[in-house]
Structure formats: structure tokens, C-alpha cells
């Protein structure tokens, strides 16, 4: 566990720092850089659907036709998501472009991030699920390819080398490293690379269409999602102005860096736990351990939060701290740092379908109390609106573990 969390904060983590230096030498021109980044992102979940957590729940190692349907399909399924999203990507980052007159070259090159992200979260999915090494062999080359980008941006800020190649240097680097690791360590990549050699006409499209079905309710959980995670800073954007929406924004932003790492966290765990052998009161066990922990962390990070406000307002130069937006937005995170950790111990335990209810259950909930709340009491309001919608859900997986799966056996 902790081998794969490393190896998934040096890519992630070097990529963040990666994209802010970038920014950062582009100076005024770093708008459209920006916009290719953002814009990444949000396909790179929409086209993903699902499949890097289906893998590493092992859904494809379970018995029956429909398991053995998805072993085949998955590598078919990624390479045409990815096709078909690298050309969805790139027209919309160069239409965003054109409307707002910004050259073209280096966002589109930093788009070709999406082909590179999408690789390299397929292969080490398939790592975290093979025998040893599995994705621990990642975190040396990772480390050195870190080292590399560094250098490499520390050229193109004396203009030695251009900076559109510090834009998809380290996204490629990581790409060719993982694809070499699974071929040679990963068993489930040796499979599919056999499925994947034989005509299409004999696969045909039966086991595309067995991963939509098998994948649909982590995927329309993580649809949900994208539109849920961006949803709030638009609504604030239209109800609030001025030093209140620069507020809101920025402590989002700082907040954004312990959600991502307690994600990866919980995302390894997804991993960990379906490869546990043991019965199913052992497993709970572990899991009841394992939220004993999440639950400190979320409570330290949103505590974090709140004792920064003072220092982060001074630094981005905010005259006065909205207390009260201040503490909405640190129960947020709180909240949602635990609620990631319940959902992935549910795609661990094989429950998707349950998942997907909650998820369904709080896009509802927020469809009714957001606009009312932001009408009434602005950019607090929308925090509050969010801190609702984030209670529940914590309540409905509350209820979700105490009750326990239906079925335990399965997910041993």
C-alpha cells in the first residue's frame, strides 16, 4: 500500500508541481496552458468511466461469463476511449482557444496530456493488481523522471530548451515507464495483450458493450462527480463577487491538496483490500480499522484548513476573512476527504450499485437545497448547501456499514 501510494503522488504530485512552473514561465501566456490543463482533466474522468477502479477491485478475476467478457474488453475499451478523447480534447481546448484568442501550439500539445494520462492510469491499475513487484517497481524510474523534468524546466527557464516541451515531457516519460513495467511484470497485461492480438471480428463488440454493463454504476458515479466537483465555484461565481469570491476560490484550491492525496490513499485501498483472502469478519474488521483512521485524517485536514485562514488571507492579499465561509468550507473537506474513503471501501467490497444510489441520492438533494441556499445567503450559502449535501451522504454511508453488503462472501 504504501509502495503504490509513492509511485501515485510522484506522478500526480510532480505533475501538479510540474503544471504550475510551467505556468509560472509562461507568465501573461499562460492562460490557454491552463485552460489545456483544466480541460484535460475533465475528460480524462469522463472518458475513463470507471475502468482504472473496476480494475483495481478486480472485477474482471471474478467467476462467470460476464468476468471473463470484461478480461477481454477492457484493453479494447481503453484504447477507443482514449482515441476518440484525445480528439474530443483537442477540438475543445482548440475551440476555447480560438474564441478567446489565444495561440495554439502549446495548448494543443499540452492536450496530448490526455493520451499519456489515460495510459498511464490503465497500467498502473493493471500493476497494483499483478503479483510482486507490482507497482512498487514504479517509484525508482518515477523518481528519476521527476529529476529529469526538473532539469528540463530548469533549462527552459534560460531558454535552452522550448517550453512546450516541459508541457508533455514528464506525462510521455511516465507513459513509456509504466507500459514497460506491466509488459514485464504484469500478469493481467500479458493476458490482455494475447486477447489483444486476435482479430477484432473475434472478439467483436459483445465484450465492449460487457464492460459498459459491468463498469455503468462507477461510471455514472464518476460523471456524477466531475459535474459535482465543478459545480460549486461556478454557482459561487454567480452569486458573489469581489474579495468574497476570491475567498472562496483560493481556500478551495488550498484545500484541494489533501483531498487529492487522502484520494490517493483511499484509491490504493481499493486495491489492498480486494486482494485480501481472508473471511468476511476479518475484512470488516479491517475496514472498521481503516475508517478509524480516515476519520482523523479528514478531522486533522479540515481543522488544517481552518487554523490557515489568517495566514493564506495574507498571502493572497485578502483584507478579511468571512469566518463563516471560513469553517462551512473546512467541514467540507472534512467530509469529503471521509466519504471518498466509504466509497472506495464500497467498490472494494463489490457494491457499485449502492454507490451509485448514493451518489444519485446526493445529486438530488443538491439540486434542491444549492440554488435556494446560494439565492438566500450567496457564496455561505452554497457552502452550506454543500456541507447538507456532504452530511447526508457521510449518514447514508453510515447506514450502508452498519447494515453491511449483502453479500460478504463475494467480496472476500
Not at 83 to 102: W, Y
Not at 106 to 135: D, E, H, N, R, W
Not at 272 to 298: G, P
Request: charge should be positive; aromatic fraction near 10%; include cysteine.
Amino acid at each position: 500500500m504504501i509502495s503504490a501510494t509513492v509511485s501515485r503522488l510522484l506522478f500526480f504530485g510532480g505533475r501538479y508541481l510540474s503544471l504550475l512552473f510551467v505556468a509560472w514561465l509562461l507568465e501573461a501566456s499562460a492562460t490557454g496552458f491552463l485552460i489545456s490543463a483544466a480541460t484535460v482533466e475533465f475528460f480524462r474522468i469522463l472518458f475513463d468511466y470507471g475502468l482504472e477502479n473496476s480494475i483495481l477491485a478486480r472485477f474482471h478475476q471474478q467467476q462467470g461469463e460476464a468476468s471473463r467478457t470484461f478480461s477481454r474488453g477492457k484493453g479494447y475499451f481503453r484504447l477507443i476511449a482514449t482515441l476518440v478523447g484525445q480528439a474530443v480534447t483537442s477540438a475543445a481546448v482548440a475551440l476555447i482557444c480560438l474564441k478567446a484568442d489565444i495561440p495554439l501550439m502549446l495548448p494543443l500539445v499540452a492536450s496530448l496530456q490526455f493520451t499519456c494520462l489515460m495510459g498511464f492510469g490503465y497500467f498502473q491499475a493493471l500493476l497494483q493488481t499483478s503479483p510482486s513487484p507490482g507497482i512498487a517497481v514504479l517509484i525508482r524510474p518515477l523518481a528519476l523522471g521527476l529529476l529529469l523534468q526538473g532539469m528540463l524546466l530548469g533549462l527552459a527557464y534560460h531558454r535552452i530548451v522550448p517550453i512546450w516541451l516541459c508541457a508533455i515531457f514528464f506525462e510521455c516519460i511516465a507513459l513509456i515507464i509504466s507500459a514497460v513495467a506491466a509488459r514485464r511484470f504484469g500478469r493481467e497485461v500479458h493476458e490482455g495483450l494475447t486477447k489483444f492480438s486476435s482479430p477484432v471480428s473475434t472478439l467483436g463488440f459483445d465484450a465492449i458493450g460487457g464492460v459498459l454493463r459491468r463498469m455503468a454504476p462507477l461510471g455514472n458515479v464518476a460523471l456524477v462527480g466531475v459535474a459535482y466537483a465543478r459545480v460549486d465555484a461556478l454557482a459561487v461565481s454567480l452569486v458573489a463577487t469581489g474579495a468574497l469570491l476570491t475567498q472562496y476560490l483560493v481556500y478551495q484550491r488550498l484545500a484541494s491538496a489533501p483531498l487529492m492525496f487522502f484520494s490517493t490513499i483511499a484509491s490504493v485501498s481499493i486495491a489492498r483490500l480486494s486482494a485480501r483472502t481472508f473471511d468476511a469478519k476479518e475484512l470488516f474488521t479491517c475496514i472498521a480499522s481503516m475508517r478509524k483512521r480516515a476519520y482523523i485524517a479528514a478531522i486533522v485536514s479540515g481543522a488544517a484548513l481552518a487554523m490557515s485562514g489568517s495566514a493564506v488571507a495574507r498571502f493572497f492579499s485578502i483584507e478579511s476573512v468571512e469566518l463563516n465561509l471560513l469553517g462551512l468550507q473546512s467541514l467540507v473537506l472534512t467530509l469529503q476527504i471521509s466519504n471518498g474513503f466509504h466509497a472506495a471501501f464500497l467498490i472494494a467490497l463489490h457494491e457499485p450499485s449502492r454507490l451509485w444510489a448514493i451518489a444519485r441520492n446526493n445529486t438530488l438533494l443538491a439540486v434542491l437545497v444549492m440554488p435556494l441556499a446560494g439565492w438566500a445567503h450567496g457564496a455561505v450559502g452554497i457552502a452550506l448547501a454543500l456541507c447538507v449535501v456532504e452530511l447526508f451522504c457521510a449518514a447514508q454511508y453510515v447506514r450502508v456499514f452498519r447494515e453491511r453488503p449483502s453479500r460478504p462472501a463475494q467480496a472476500c
